[in-house]
């Protein structure tokens, strides 16, 4: 079977710091491309941040540059995203996906991905 797991999702005030991590089983992640993505009520889903160990560099959308970072630990089989200087507007449910076929742009800008996993809440509030 093949799993993907997130966790690390909470409640933070703006200007704190989260660390999703995103767990897989039953494939190795690393020969798939990998994204964070997120969806918040009434919004369309939005790819946050995509990685693939076959690409130079991650890709990340305008509004999370400079402070998220996306990473992945390959003996653990997992992917992280760091969110620092959280913003109200980051509030959201955060799913991670994999897919072996997209580039880290596509797969980002696409939102389509062949494994999903059930999604943690990020909410930013005072």
């Known amino acids: 079977q093949l799993q993907l797991v997130e966790s690390g999702g909470g409640l933070v005030q703006p200007g704190g710091s989260l660390r999703l991590s995103c767990a897989a089983s039953g494939f190795t992640l690393d020969y798939y491309v990998i994204g964070w993505f997120r969806q918040a009520p009434g919004k369309e889903r939005e790819g946050v941040s995509c990685?693939?160990?076959?690409?130079?560099?991650?890709y990340y959308v305008d509004s999370v540059k400079g402070r998220f970072t996306i990473s992945r630990d390959n003996a653990k089989n997992t992917v992280y995203l760091q969110m620092n200087s959280l913003k109200a507007e980051d509030t959201a449910v955060y799913y991670c996906?994999?897919?072996?076929?997209?580039?880290?742009?596509?797969?980002?800008?696409?939102?389509?991905?062949?494994?999903w996993g059930q999604g943690t809440q990020v909410t930013v509030s005072s």
């Open positions: 996906a994999a897919d072996p076929r997209y580039t880290v742009q596509s797969l980002c800008v696409t939102t389509k991905a062949k494994y």
């Open positions: 990685i693939s160990s076959s690409e130079g560099s991650p």
